[in-house]
């Protein structure tokens, strides 16, 4: 059986480099560092669904309110994805939850989801967003 290794050399690198910086909404403390997203394989996807349950402790998707939704599977998506982030953000803020600036953690994932939606783009001959 093949892994994504075994891909064609003609795809682009799946680990996505980027800066981010912004202010906090709550706090106004600045926040800055490098990253590097991964394209999600298929297993990373489905972890990233199991992580998403694990946050969400039980209560159905639905349930939530929009806010908490959306911030849940931003955490979830990167604590996956990304495999390099400062200290601040992974370890000091538990990739968003240990912090008042929620902002932080939907900044960092529409960044990377960005990205790597640029990614699946490329290799279908389609133009880079903006």
Known sequence: MSNYKDLPKSLPPRELPFSFKCTGFVTKEKYEGDFVVNVPTVRDMSNIGI???RINRGVSF?????????LNNAIAYLRVTLSKAP?????DMDYG????????????FNQASDL?????????GKKASK
């Open 51 to 53: 992580e998403l349950a």
């Open 116 to 124: 790597v939606d640029d990614w699946h783009g490329k290799i279908q």
């Open 87 to 91: 200290k601040w953000f992974t370890d």
């Open 62 to 70: 639905e349930s939530l309110d929009r806010a908490t939704a959306t």
């Open 97 to 108: 939850f240990d912090t008042l600036d929620s902002n932080v953690a939907i900044g960092i």
